[in-house]
């Protein structure tokens, strides 16, 4: 660069006093005309490295879409002996088991002898509500609760004509005593007396003393 400015001064100093003069007066036109280019050129590049907007973010608006319920879709809630009870959107049209298989299927203690349809078809707000083993034994513990204080403000039962259900009822009774009086009468025609319970079928005194007041022949 130094070198190149020496030459330049030179070749300028053997120029005549009226070419300077020309070459003097063009100089600063020549400056103010490359400023205004860089004043017009600078700008605009830095604004457009600069102005140029970020993309939104595709994940953000998927995660949007992914909690919104299907189009046409059904709400239905799910309760009792499945993994997680709760609402869901199933598809329209679908059937009761869709629903369960949303909420993680039965659990082990579901009643298999008291589920819903599972064919039947969904409706919007609707309730699927599968009976649990617990909730089975608590009904019929009421129910037998009930028919045993019926029991006892009727008429006694007869050892020799009662269905097995119809003993179960009696206090001192149980399913499987039930099932054995049944039993021994179908083998030996019935009882002739009610003793019999203690002495045959193994009946603790204290459960007898509880049926006899309930008992006949």
Not at 58 to 69: R, S, T, Y
Not at 113 to 139: C, I, T
Not at 141 to 155: L, Q
Not at 167 to 189: C, K, M, S
């Amino acid at each position: 660069m130094a070198a190149r400015l020496l030459s330049t001064l030179i070749s300028l100093s053997s120029l005549r006093p009226s070419r300077l003069v020309l070459i003097g007066l063009a100089t600063p036109v020549a400056v103010a005309l490359a400023a205004l280019v860089a004043i017009a050129v600078f700008p605009a590049a830095s604004s457009s490295s600069t102005a140029a907007p970020l993309p939104a973010a595709p994940e953000a608006e998927n995660a949007n879409a992914a909690q919104l319920p299907p189009a046409g879709g059904l709400l239905v809630e799910v309760t009792g002996a499945v993994a997680h009870p709760g609402l869901y959107n199933v598809a329209k049209g679908e059937r009761v088991s869709a629903a369960i298989a949303a909420a993680g299927g039965f659990t082990r203690d579901a009643d298999q002898n008291r589920l819903p349809n599972m064919a039947a078809r969904l409706k919007d707000g609707e309730q699927v509500n599968v009976p649990s083993l617990l909730s089975s034994g608590r009904a019929q513990a009421g129910a037998r609760s009930a028919t045993r204080t019926s029991t006892s403000r009727g008429s006694a039962v007869s050892l020799n004509l009662a269905t097995a259900d119809q003993l179960a009822t009696i206090p001192g009774f149980t399913p499987d005593l039930a099932a054995a009086v049944i039993q021994y009468r179908t083998e030996y025609g019935g009882f002739s007396t009610t003793r019999e319970l203690v002495d045959v079928l193994n009946m603790s005194e204290s459960d007898y003393l509880r049926a006899r007041p309930y008992l006949t022949i």
